[in-house]
């Protein structure tokens, strides 16, 4: 149990276009999910808090309009790089939390490359 | 506030041998503790957790850890090294919530590179 899958796994899009990724929660309902971004080496920097039905909450120095937020559902929450930039290339990885055991299950993240 | 420091950034040890990652922590308040495991190009996989029961903790792989409050600790071992045991492991904290308070954020340590020599 406790599957959370990611779509799609690499992308490649030229500068300026948007970007959708999406989460999902396959055998559980996810109330909370969390976007993070890692660089090459690092550890995970977290984006924002995504709540089902409620504005996500970005941390300190993520442009929330260039990171758009939807969570939709209780299994299924969207991020969106918009106008995307050479520098917006990374690892993106989303968690979904199940409160049964109150942990954090992680997708298999999307790498992303803007040429 | 919550932090982690997990101390070196590469630990290589050979097959077979005594696996041994260190895990530091900062809480405030009582906290939830985990390590998960990432191989290359992959997401976040849970190895195990301490959520306030049984303070020593097995995991999937053989892995364990023991929670240690008077040493703010939860070192992650594996009693025998195997070559598939490669990979980056990351420590991290969250604050005990009730289910009313919902999701906590997870604060990470810096990472843990395990290579395994043959």
């Known amino acids: 149990g406790a599957v959370v899958s990611q779509h799609p796994s690499r992308v490649i899009c030229k500068s300026g276009t948007s970007v959708k990724i999406e989460c999902r929660s396959l055998d559980f309902q996810a109330t909370t999910m969390f976007w993070y971004r890692q660089f090459p080496k690092q550890s995970l920097m977290l984006m924002a808090t995504?709540?089902?039905?409620?504005?996500?909450?970005?941390e300190q120095g993520v442009e929330k309009d260039k990171f758009l937020i939807n969570h939709a559902s209780l299994t299924l929450s969207t991020l969106t790089v918009t106008s995307a930039h050479p520098e917006d290339s990374s690892f993106y990885i989303c968690?979904?939390?199940?409160?049964?055991?109150?942990?954090?299950?992680f997708g298999p993240g999307t790498r992303l490359l803007v040429l | 506030a919550q932090s982690v420091t997990q101390l070196g950034s590469h630990v290589s040890v050979s097959e077979g041998a005594l696996v041994l990652l260190r895990c530091n922590y900062s809480s405030s308040v009582p906290p939830y503790l985990f390590w998960y495991v990432q191989y290359p190009n992959q997401g976040l996989q849970l190895l195990l957790k301490?959520?306030?029961?049984?303070?020593l903790v097995k995991g999937i792989n053989g892995f364990e850890a023991e929670f240690k409050k008077s040493e703010t600790s939860f070192h992650l071992t594996k009693p025998s090294a195997h070559m598939s045991d490669a990979a980056e492991y990351f420590c991290?904290?969250?604050?005990?919530?009730?289910?009313?308070?919902?999701?906590?954020?997870?604060?990470f340590g810096q990472g843990t590179r395990l290579t395994i020599n043959p």
């Open positions: 991290a904290v969250s604050a005990v919530r009730s289910l009313i308070q919902g999701a906590q954020k997870l604060v």
């Open positions: 301490y959520t306030s029961a049984a303070t």
């Open positions: 968690s979904a939390f199940r409160s049964e055991g109150q942990t954090q299950y």
């Open positions: 995504s709540n089902e039905g409620s504005k996500a909450t970005y």
